[in-house]
């Protein structure tokens, strides 16, 4: 607490596009949105010169561990996760401003009774709009044609509506349901495969891994939208993606590393699979060397489908109010990360 007001702290990172960065404004703008409880909350904002911790200038460390012998609730991405329980003595939760936390693994450095809240939900706006982009781009096969035109080539592709062809999802949480939803709504048949989620109002069915190369084996297009876990990594390899017809579109909207980079180039190259959008890789950024540059059918976007250049962290703080009015009445959380799961 700072002087009897839940103490919010949002730590930011100068190198970070500003798209990620909370700025004076920002906080103006939630405060004035949320007047009738501004008397109970105070925010700071600190910021530290990059995200990895370890190239913290002294400068940077200081202002953070000040900010945070008070901090009831941390927002940020990177921070000293070492002895934490002791430099933030009344911290409850943290809220990563990512929906992915991979970076924060193994969470053996979460203090015990401090909640993990990640940013789910937050990107679906623009999200939708993008996967409902890319899978039209699949369906016309607009990667294809980008390499002819690379290559000087009048090579004239047709292809057929998108209305009844058969999309899987690979996991059906935030990002997979949105992508459920605008496949829906264009006339996809939709399936996914998840662990956890037993049923989405957008798929004709949910089903366990166990199923994947069934549905696999007729799919016109994959989406690959789980988290990076133990269990996902590298999960797309080259037998996997064998699986696949060769005329189905795949794209990664998730993470880098649960695909096989090399094995989804030689895919590509021998024809086994029709054309491929990713949004995401591992590492980022994608290095100059990687073979993914020169892959043929294949549309890159560094990373930029699902951040919302002027409201994403609006968004986000609105959802960090949100958890505080939840909070004050004594409402579950909302976006509450499993920590052995990961996500």
């Keep these: 607490m700072y002087e009897g007001k839940i103490h919010i702290h949002i730590e930011n990172s100068r190198s970070s596009s500003p798209i990620f960065i909370a700025t004076e404004e920002h906080v103006k703008a939630l405060l004035k949105k949320n007047a009738d409880i501004v008397d109970k909350i105070h925010i700071t904002l600190g910021s530290s010169a990059v995200d990895p911790v370890e190239q913290w200038t002294k400068e940077d460390l200081k202002e953070y561990y000040d900010y945070m012998k008070t901090a009831d609730i941390m927002v940020g991405f990177c921070f000293p996760t070492k002895d934490m329980a002791s430099y933030a003595p009344n911290l409850r939760w943290i809220h990563f401003i990512s929906a992915g936390i991979e970076h924060a693994t193994p969470f053996d450095w979460v203090p015990e009774g401090v909640t993990i809240i990640n940013n789910r939900g937050v990107h679906l706006p623009k999200s939708g709009e993008s996967f409902a982009m890319f899978l039209a781009m699949l369906n016309a096969q607009m990667p294809c044609l980008a390499t002819a035109q690379r290559n000087g080539k009048w090579d004239r592709i047709f292809t057929s509506v998108i209305k009844g062809k058969k999309l899987v999802i690979f996991g059906a949480g935030s990002q997979g349901g949105e992508i459920a939803r605008q496949a829906h709504r264009m006339g996809l048949r939709v399936i996914a495969i998840d662990p956890y989620v037993k049923e989405h109002p957008c798929c004709e069915a949910v089903y366990g891994i166990d199923r994947l190369k069934e549905e696999l084996a007729d799919a016109d297009f994959l989406a690959i939208a789980a988290p990076a876990t133990e269990e996902t990594r590298g999960f797309f390899n080259e037998e996997v993606l064998g699986w696949l017809p060769k005329h189905a579109g795949l794209m990664n909207i998730s993470r880098g590393a649960l695909l096989d980079h090399d094995a989804l180039d030689r895919?590509?190259?021998?024809?086994?699979?029709?054309?491929?959008?990713?949004?995401?890789?591992?590492?980022?950024?994608?290095?100059?060397?990687?073979?993914?540059?020169?892959?043929?059918?294949?549309?890159?976007?560094?990373?930029?489908?699902?951040?919302?250049?002027?409201?994403?962290?609006?968004?986000?703080?609105d959802l960090t109010i949100e958890n505080v009015r939840n909070e004050l009445a004594r409402r579950p959380l909302k976006n509450i990360v499993d920590i052995k799961k990961e996500f």
């Design 267 to 317: 895919k590509l190259r021998n024809g086994e699979l029709c054309c491929a959008i990713l949004d995401v890789f591992e590492p980022e950024p994608l290095p100059a060397d990687s073979i993914l540059w020169k892959t043929p059918n294949l549309t890159i976007t560094p990373h930029v489908s699902s951040d919302d250049v002027i409201n994403y962290m609006p968004l986000t703080l």
